[in-house]
């Protein structure tokens, strides 16, 4: 299995390879970063790749989370951090297990050997398969809460001054802390489509179409507090999908 260590302490780093390294269960390090940037570059270079990432949370230029919103993370990942309060946000960006630091080697063994367990049931990379099996739930951090949205609930997602938002069907708003790339790798192309750079839209949302000029006004129910103009690039697209023919 190979291993890539996102760590920002050397020390740190040295210490997880040679503990995978003693657990004797095949594990190849094929990679080690220490920021976002570098971690960024790694993964967005198809001539690398790893069946799971140990990923430290706070890097040198940032936390972890920034990784998930800047590219598509396919390998399984396994979160280390110091800290319990990221645990939530590990389960939102579906990491496979959260292991605090110091780490115990019982528990390095058991993560490593339920990935490869999973390696052999679901494929190397879950990444992918989230293509063919949408999610069913968005879970959203609401100050103390978690409240899980189900995605046949969701009207439209749409970004606005540096925010992203999930809309649902009965009109709650939810600010949410990944990108409309992600949202729209993580939703069924049949039910969502992507109307422009802003904004992600439910077929069942959609109230009415108008045609101003050469493009494409959407109305929806809930109405948006914005005009969804469908890009000019995106309207055969758009209307194909709508015939159910994209």
Known sequence: MDVLIVEDELLARRTLAAMLGRLGLGINIVGETGSVEDTVAWLSDTSRKADLIFMDVELSDGNCFEIFNRTRVKPYVIMTTAYDSYAIKAFKVESVDYILKPIDPDE????????????????????????????????????????????????????EDKGTYIVTSDAHKYVIDFSLDIA???????????????????????????????????????????????SRSRTDDFLHWLEGRS
């Open 108 to 159: 390095l063994r058991a993560a490593v050997e339920r990935v490869q367990r999973r390696i052999a049931t679901e494929g190397a990379y879950p990444g992918v398969l989230s293509e063919k099996s949408p999610r069913k739930r968005f879970l959203i951090k609401l100050n103390d809460r978690i409240v899980p949205v189900r995605a046949d609930d969701i009207a439209y997602f749409y970004a």
């Open 184 to 230: 729209m790798e993580q939703v069924s192309p049949d039910r969502f489509f992507r109307i422009s750079r802003n904004c992600i839209v439910s077929m069942t949302a959609i109230s009415s179409i108008v045609k101003v000029g050469s493009r494409y006004m959407v109305s929806t129910m809930p109405e948006s507090s914005f005009d969804m103009m469908v």
